[in-house]
């Protein structure tokens, strides 16, 4: 018989309480080491607003629709030159930039920063013509979470202008104004705004030279609008010829991998586009496109740890409770980390949005990084011991 | 100690009283002999004397060569070394109280058994006995180190032990698993900023709040 002190059952005894005190150990890390934020897609499901509807549009709204889509009709067929000025305005800075920009229609536009701290020399910078046409999920996204309206006629860098308003729908503040050049149909002006009315961000002409005039008439609907009474969510043509275009399958194996790849964020932010982005490295970028209608926020998710060193411009700062890495150009850009996931968004959302779209997304806590190491390590363990891993 | 038993001299004990190396039983014993012996009392007071000589002398100048072969001692002395005890559980045996009846040194000498017969009895009152350590009521028939008190110790020293080989067991686990962690460390990311700016904008073409350029005016001023 072995006693209370026999040395055997005391040895046992010990034995059995530091084998206990490991695995309670191991198991406190198993469950602490995860990041914060939403644990799957269907949480972000669940929170946010649902998939948009294409929804019945009266006269008035049509009228909107139609100088919106002849404005993006006339950027591609009309020549013209000028001088532009961006600005964004946040909680953290504001930011403004004057550029000399210039269009031919099928070359495309050119732009060169002339603002203070740009070189004299600096190279025009090009970008791609459009298919100088609103897309039609676009505009779906933009009538079922706004009402459009024509407002007064207006003089705007000395032309005749109409603008058009946007204003979320049950809501009394405009988040959004247009100034459409009469003659032209070109876009002088276009600024956009928080919840308070703040401009957040705009861009205008200070001075335009339309040089070859778009032909047509003024206000006539492009071929492929079906007189606004119901607007249709399709790809275009463009995007379905895009092979970089991630699909719902493709979405879907990815989301099964691990990836965290939202279908709608919140501030009625819904995916719009997926690609895969080429990226120095051996894995691509998946680029996320989500977009309200008026704002749109870019999430690009690259798997690995950040490596801040690379981050020209950023500094580390707060979006609610989540750390980030951020730089307030014109477009808001914040870096972060969350899990084995590295996360950049780029928007021109107010922060009050982004805020929100940022704590639904996959976030490290302060002083993870050890914490997901083990959390790797008691992953791999544990496969070693599972045979169904 | 009977009459017609003679008590033998003191011979070379005679210092060791002076010195007062003796143990209590012994001490005892020794002067009891000294206040009937005029030969020993003669050669302790001799021993006291030149002790006193001794003791009023100056301390001998201590050689440099002979305090730096000192220093160079280890700290056991051979006995220690030989035996391998604990210097204090060492010292402790010179201060074990002496048992009566014993065979200590001073016994053997003052109290030499004979052959088939025990060892006399000597009583020694309680104010005699050397007090070098408190004395706690023991309760009877609880053998010596096995008493309550010594129990709590001991299970607190098992519970100490025990939560640092917990301890130390979750380090472990944690070290090793971090290690394993950083092999499936993934790689370093640093995104490329201009690209997604006119990404952005490629992506966002076709939105009627979109302007093409504003992405590709933030890439520029990142290059600068």
Known sequence: MIGDDHPVRRAAQRFVLVVGAGALGAAVCSTGVRYAGPEDDEALRLRNAPTPAAREIGPAETEALTLLRRAAAAQSVTSYEGRKLFGSWSTVGSESVLAEVGHEPGRGTWLRVTSAGARGDADREQIADGAGDLDEQAL??????????????????????????????????????????????????????????????????????????????????????????????????????????????????????????????????????????????????????????????????????LDTSALRGFRPDKVGNVAVHSRNGLYRQLVWAGGDTVYTLVSDAPDTELKQVIGALPHDTPGSGLRARVGRGIDRMGSWINPFA | MTASRRDPHLGELAAALVDGALDHNARDRALAHVMRCDGCRTEVDAQRQLKAQLARLAPPPLSADFAERLRALPDRTPVQSAVGLPSARFEARFRTPARVGGDTLGDRVLNPRTPGRAPAPVLVRAADRPVDRPSFPRPAGVPIGRGPGRRVRSRRRRIAATAAGGFAAFALSLGAVAVVGALDEPPPVAPQIGQFLTEHDQGTKGMPGNDSEVGVVDATSTRR
């Open chain 1, 140 to 305: 779906a996204l933009l009538t079922d979470q706004y009402t459009l309206k024509v407002g007064e006629r207006r003089r705007c860098i000395g032309r005749p202008a109409t603008v058009v308003e946007a204003t979320p729908i049950g809501g009394r503040q405009v988040a959004g104004r247009f100034w459409i050049d009469d003659d032209s149909g070109l876009l002088l002006r276009r600024e956009l705004y928080d919840a308070t009315g703040r401009t957040v961000r705009s861009s205008s002409f200070l001075d335009l030279d339309v040089t070859a005039p778009a032909t047509g008439p003024r206000r006539g609907l492009p071929a492929s609008y079906n007189n606004g009474v119901k607007v249709p969510r399709q790809r275009s043509a463009e995007r379905e010829a895009d092979a970089s275009l991630l699909g719902e399958a493709t979405l879907d194996r990815m989301r099964r991998e691990g990836w965290v790849l939202p279908e709608v964020l919140p501030a009625g932010m819904v995916l719009y586009r997926a690609r895969a982005v080429d990226v120095p490295g051996d894995e691509k970028a998946v680029h996320l496109t989500y977009s309200d209608g008026l704002f749109s926020a870019s999430l690009f998710a690259q798997r690995g740890r």
